[in-house]
Structures are given as C-alpha cells and as structure tokens.
C-alpha cells in the first residue's frame, strides 16, 4: 500500500461520532505507526498523521505532549502485544526448568510469528535505524539488548552447570537470533523471490535453528539430575 492509499483511506474512514479518548489515543497510535512504516520518520509530519487520523494536528499533541511520547507509546505497544507477553511467559518457565530445546525454539517461534503477524514492526525499526532517529536507539536498548542478553545469561548460567560445551555465550546467542531475524526478514520482504528459504512453516524453521543451536551447545557427557539418580 502507497503512503498516499493510506493517507486517503485513513481519512475516508469515518470516525466514531464519540470516540472515548482512549480510543482516540488508540487510533492515532496506529496512524502513526501505519505511517512510519510506509515513510519513515523525515517523510511524516504530525500534520499528515492528524489529517489520516481525521482530527486536528493539536489533538495529537493533547494525547501525545511530545514526538518522544509518541515514539514511547509505539515501543509500549509493540510490547505489550499479546505475541510478546505469551513469549516471555513460556520462556520463563522454560528457564526455570532448564528445558533448553523450549527455550530457543520458543523464542525463534514467537519472534518469527510475531513479524509474520506484524506489517509495521520490522519496518520501523530499519527505517528509524536508517534514519539514526531516536526510536531505533530506544527499541535496540530496551527490547533488542534485553532479549539477547536474558538468553546470553542463560547460556552462561547452562555452561556453568557443565551443560553445554564452553563457547562464547555472546556469538552463540547473537549466531542464533540471526537465522532467526534472517527468516523473518526473507519472508516478510522476499517470499516470492525466495521460496527456496520460505518453503517450510514457522514452527518447522523454529526447530530447524533450534536443532543447529543445540547440535553445536550441548555437552553430550553432562548427566541430568535425573540420570544421576537412576
């Protein structure tokens, strides 16, 4: 969809008579990020985000005081996607288990289902990057950086306990969530030129990494717990 078919059909769309402010904040939290994702950050103005949300430029303003607030909410909501929070949920407990297999697979799952799902995320993260706008610092520190190091710790904390061979915690971890993100990013911007890289599921593509992660990982003379007792 062209930035200029979405601006006409934001505006074409008939807005509730009585929007609660909730609602409003809502919508033009879409808008923009609808917006951002098909122009970039220099290419949008809070003017042409008023005019596809069907408001005036000041009521941006009255939900959002500032761009960085905008910018805030737009890291919240991707957040608190219910992807997300299911992701860290069934991570947690994984980890609690030291279940290693549910841990990565989860992971590479929930991310590649989450792009798969999602037509602003990926976008707006290269363009605010490309762009070395704010925002791209803001996901990469508060999103990005804590995921790779919650699952860097845990690879540590697995070494440590005599289960994976001793590597570099960091390129493991950073080797993993590549096939995972190029995945994504080949099926998000290039399924029909390559199918070869595509042809199989989400779910197939989470074990498939997975099985390469723990082929290299996995220290085959570690006993379990389990096994000690038997």
């Given amino acids: 969809m062209t930035p200029k078919k979405v601006l006409e059909e934001k505006t074409d769309a008939k807005a509730p008579a009585r929007m609660t402010a909730e609602d409003r904040r809502q919508q033009i939290l879409e808008v923009a990020m609808e917006l951002f994702s098909q122009r970039g950050f220099r290419g949008t103005t809070t003017k042409e985000i008023a005019l596809a949300a069907g408001v005036n430029e000041a009521i941006i303003f009255r939900h959002f005081a500032t761009k960085s607030d905008l910018y805030a909410a737009i890291i ?81 904390k697995r070494i440590a306990e005599g289960a994976f061979r001793p590597v570099d915690p960091i390129i493991a971890v950073r080797g993993f969530v590549g096939m995972v993100m190029n995945q994504a990013m ?45």
């Fill in 76 to 156: 919240d909501q991707k957040a608190s996607s219910e992807n997300v929070q299911t992701l860290q949920r069934v991570i947690d407990e994984a980890m609690g288990r030291g279940d290693d297999r549910q841990v990565f697979e989860s992971f590479a799952f929930h991310i590649l289902e989450f792009h798969e799902h999602d037509d602003t995320a990926m976008r707006i993260l290269f363009y605010s990057a490309l762009e070395g706008h704010e925002l791209a610092e803001m996901i990469f520190t508060n999103h990005i950086l804590k995921q790779h190091r919650r699952l860097t710790e845990y690879v540590k």
């Fill in 186 to 230: 080949t099926r998000k911007f290039f399924r029909h030129t390559g199918r070869e890289f595509v042809n199989f599921s989400n779910r197939q593509a989470a074990e498939k990494f997975t099985d390469l992660l723990m082929a290299s990982l996995t220290n085959f003379e570690y006993e379990t717990p389990q096994s000690r007792r038997k």
